[in-house]
């Protein structure tokens, strides 16, 4: 299964969100030094991942072992004018075994 996880404008947001029946905190901010967002998974106040970079077509699980599934910004590089507007982060459950 696949779905949008609603993303707002502004430099900075934090969101509680259900993958895989597991409650998981992200926090994206606008790192205006180098002009991209960075994105913070945790679960349970625990670092999944820190200071990933917010790029279109990149799954933000990979290499990490969570048994998440894939979550992947879609759509045109996220910005300060267009997040949540000409992109979508995206979210597909793993396949079954």
Aim: without cysteine; proline residues 5%.
């Amino acid at each position: 299964m696949r779905y949008e996880i609603p993303l707002e404008q502004g430099a900075y947001q934090r969101m509680t969100v259900t993958l895989s029946e597991r409650v998981i905190t992200l926090r994206l901010r606008w790192l205006h030094q180098y002009g991209f967002y960075a994105i913070d998974i945790l679960e349970g106040g625990d670092p999944i991942t820190l200071g990933r970079g917010l790029h279109p077509g990149i799954n933000l699980l990979a290499g990490l072992n969570t048994g998440l599934g894939t979550l992947m910004l879609e759509g045109r590089q996220p910005t300060l004018d267009n997040l949540g507007r000409r992109n979508r982060l995206i979210y597909e459950e793993p396949a079954d075994d």
